[in-house]
């Protein structure tokens, strides 16, 4: 029912910029807070950034300075623009979003979108 697309990934060269977007519909919730996580190859999932409403966002340290959140409640949208890319870079970026029913808060995922900088 709910559904997460995102989009925005690509190939670029180091040093380029690439905003990503995650759509989310089919909510019948309020969404409390979204994120952007990423997965290298042969590497665990981590946190590349998040929001909240209400609070700062949060990024991960190796991205601070050159990657910004942002969230367009009305829109049920969430970017994540992305400066000054390094090979490190490189992974699949997936959203997240936690959404708040009567039934209670459940996280959902996007299916990824591919970020790939070359040296």
């Known amino acids: 029912q709910v559904q997460l697309v995102e989009s925005g990934g690509g190939l670029v060269q180091a040093g380029g910029s690439l905003r990503l977007s995650c759509v989310v519909s089919?909510?019948?919730?309020?969404?409390?807070?979204m994120g952007w996580y990423r997965q290298a190859p042969g590497k665990q999932r981590d946190l590349v950034a998040r929001?909240?409403?209400?609070?700062?966002?949060n990024y991960a340290d190796s991205v601070k300075g050159r990657f910004t959140i942002s969230r367009d409640n009305a829109k049920n949208t969430l970017y994540l623009q992305m400066i000054s890319l390094k090979p490190d870079d490189t992974a699949v970026y997936y959203c997240?979003?936690?959404?708040?029913?009567?039934?209670?808060?459940?996280?959902?995922w996007g299916q990824g979108t591919q970020v790939t900088v070359s040296s």
């Open positions: 089919g909510s019948r919730g309020s969404i409390s807070a």
């Open positions: 929001i909240s409403s209400g609070s700062k966002p």
């Open positions: 997240n979003t936690e959404i708040t029913t009567v039934w209670g808060t459940n996280t959902y």
